[in-house]
């Protein structure tokens, strides 16, 4: 699908948007990098202000504002933008005003002839995913968000902290809903080779259930208490995207917890874009891992979709 120059286009250059291109050119993920925003003067001037730093990175990016009309030979289109999520709001509250911003955006990507992958980053994470999904027509393996990779990496450190071990070393995931309805299936999880249930019975006295759930609470409640204290997140899913555009790009085939449809998986679901862990190569959502659940989390990841499905429908697009 690619060839020997990669081209990026980022769409929204607010806090995150720009999070996400400086992690890009300080990684040197692409050849050319474009941002588009409705503010037209602030694209130029972050274009401006990026180009100012080449000289001391590894990269030689070609970075530039631009239009629409960029996106046509870009392999991969990245949404940043929507309305700011405000304290205390949840990310479903935020769907229809940033619906509206999508209908605004999405046709214009599609008409411009490009036939690249979607990276969805707007909350609510899941549904703008599904939005994107709709309003451009595209093979659904080709539209995806970012899902549920945040949620998994702040897992993984704080499972890190807690057993004492490299987070590289911890396989556990945070799938559904990125949002109040997600969850840890503790039955998937693993330190090293071993399941982390065994870890937990081995080892009474110095490991707890409780512990878990409370680490799992506190992934959940993330966001809200950084936008509490600073008013908005972005780091962190900045280097997400970083992430996932790294797989695509690189055709590396990597399992990563991105937002995609489910075709049929977990008893029939359907349509619904959920965080769930997938292979992600040069083509987008290879294909996605159905995970073997215990009832209590099947019960759990029903509950994450009939939650999405309901606010989706709601919208009547």
């Known amino acids: 699908m690619f060839g020997n120059k990669t081209k990026v286009v980022l ?31 602030r694209a130029n001037g972050e274009a401006m202000d990026l180009n100012h730093g080449l000289a001391f990175s590894h990269s030689s990016m070609k970075i530039y504002s631009g239009s629409y009309q960029d996106c046509s030979d870009a392999e991969i289109v990245a949404i940043c933008a929507g309305v700011n999520q405000k304290p205390g709001e949840s990310r479903l509250q935020l769907l229809k005003r940033n619906a509206m911003v999508f209908e605004s ?18 909350n609510p994470v899941d ?32 499972l890190g902290e807690y057993f004492e071990v490299d987070p590289r070393n911890i396989h556990a995931y945070v799938i559904g809903e990125h949002g109040n309805s997600e969850f840890v299936p503790w039955s998937q999880a693993l330190l090293a080779p071993k399941p982390i249930k065994d870890v937990l019975r081995d080892n009474p006295q110095s490991y707890y259930m409780e512990d878990l759930d409370r680490i799992s609470a506190e992934v959940r409640s993330a966001a809200q ?21 790294h797989a695509i790009l690189r055709n590396e085939n990597s399992a990563l917890t991105v937002s995609a449809r489910l075709r049929g998986e977990y008893g029939g679901k359907k349509d619904v874009f ?9 083509g987008g959502a290879k294909r996605i891992l159905e995970l073997k659940l215990t009832e209590d ?8 979709c009939d939650i999405l499905n309901e606010s989706f429908k709601s919208l009547d697009l």
């Open 11 to 41: 769409v929204g250059t607010g806090m995150v948007g720009m999070s996400f291109a400086y992690a890009t050119l300080n990684q040197n993920v692409c050849d050319e990098l474009v941002l588009i925003d409705i503010n037209e003067k």
């Open 105 to 122: 955006i999405v046709p214009e990507v599609v008409q411009s002839g490009f036939d690249g992958i979607f990276l969805v980053a707007t």
């Open 274 to 282: 959920i965080g769930n862990p997938c292979i992600l190569n040069s």
């Open 225 to 245: 208490k950084i936008i509490e204290a600073k008013g908005a997140t972005y780091y962190g899913i900045g280097m997400a995207m970083v992430r996932i555009v």
């Open 297 to 304: 989390e099947l019960e759990k990841l029903t509950h994450c």
């Open 127 to 158: 549904i703008m995913t599904r939005i994107t999904y709709e309003l451009s027509g595209f093979n659904a393996a080709k539209v995806i968000g970012t899902g549920t990779t945040l949620d998994t990496a702040r897992l993984r450190y704080l």
